[in-house]
């Protein structure tokens, strides 16, 4: 089970949500017609080990071989856009108005973060997420073409990684997370985790500056 609160009346702010995170908790709606937003600390919180992601040789070789692009923070409304729109792989979103006004000014201010994947003009697949200290908390993905997704997260790992990031929080733990590797662990083992990588710095710039693709 989750632990979480009812819903709270306070103003959301760009720093409140970084104060939260930073806690071990993070923000949620219940759809995204719904204006009220409630914390939520789950009993066991997904990661994905950044020595322990499995990228298959199938997606290895489709990643060589698609001629897709992958791009960071040039489209956040897109990403946004595409993380809430319900389809095939998903009824409901948990992103309602208010996540999209405090997260795009986080990622005005370099807080926020996406990887981007497209195919030409079109975006086909991508995910969202906050850097904080040495920290990347993974907030949503989603994919319009094969693979699309799992590209966007293999890039992150590898991005997190040159950086020097030693978490990537994932919320939950779905089938499709745990196909990539990621696992459950026990909120307080989360905690002990989330403070010493909130120690440290990761540089989220560090792999475009050493010129990898």
């Not at 990228?55 to 060589?64: D, E, F």
């Not at 809430?84 to 795009?104: F, K, L, M, P």
Request: contains cysteine.
């Amino acid at each position: 089970m989750a632990r979480q609160t009812d819903p709270f009346t306070v103003e959301i702010t760009p720093e409140l949500i970084v104060r939260a995170y930073q806690a071990g908790i993070f923000p949620m709606a219940e759809d995204a017609a719904d204006t009220d937003l409630f914390w939520v600390s789950p009993d066991l919180r997904g990661i994905i080990p950044l020595d322990g992601f499995h990228a298959s040789k199938s997606l290895r070789k489709a990643m060589r071989n698609s001629g897709w692009a992958i791009r960071v923070d040039t489209n956040w409304d897109g990403i946004v856009e595409g993380c809430a729109t319900v389809g095939e792989d998903r009824q409901t979103t948990w992103i309602n108005g208010t996540i999209r006004s405090v997260y795009g000014e986080l990622f005005r201010r370099g807080v926020a973060h996406t990887v981007e994947v497209w195919d030409g003009d079109n975006l086909v697949g991508g995910l969202y997420g906050l850097a904080i200290g040495a920290a990347f908390f993974g907030e949503s993905m989603f994919h319009r073409r094969t693979n699309a997704s799992k590209m966007a997260m293999a890039h992150l790992v590898d991005r997190l990684k040159a950086g020097g990031y030693e978490l990537l929080d994932t919320q939950f733990l779905t089938d499709h997370l745990a196909s990539l590797g990621g696992i459950e662990i026990p909120r307080t083992e989360y905690e002990d985790r989330l403070s010493l990588a909130l120690q440290r710095e990761g540089n989220w710039s560090a792999w475009d500056s050493n010129d990898q693709a």
